[in-house]
């Protein structure tokens, strides 16, 4: 599979993990073999990617807490006044 099939086979596989993805405005800037070197984005969809990153990174700092379950989690906020 040549680069560009493979970069339009990576990107179909996205969309249907993710459907609704929006398609990004993503540019390339290469070098003189035509090889990709960085990514132009704007400037939006860097910051929605930082904070996914962020995201997955108090996930993954959270990951061995102990967790509460739905019915808990109503309990407590009916309690507080919050539900």
């Known amino acids: 599979m040549n680069p560009r099939t493979q970069a339009v086979h990576r990107t179909w596989a ?3 993990r ?3 993805l929006k398609k990004s405005q993503e540019q ?3 070098d003189e073999n035509g ?3 960085a990514v132009v984005l ?3 969809e860097y910051q ?3 904070e996914d990153l962020h995201d ?3 996930i993954a700092e959270r990951r061995d807490e102990p967790t509460t379950s739905f019915e ?3 309990k407590r906020l009916k309690e507080d006044g919050l539900l």
Do not use: D, N, S
Request: overall charge positive; charged content about 40%.
């Open 72 to 74: 808990e989690l109503k």
């Open 48 to 50: 929605e990617l930082l």
């Open 28 to 30: 390339y800037i290469v």
């Open 42 to 44: 704007p400037v939006k």
């Open 56 to 58: 997955l990174a108090v």
């Open 18 to 20: 993710r459907p609704g």
């Open 14 to 16: 996205l969309e249907r």
């Open 35 to 37: 090889r990709k070197t």
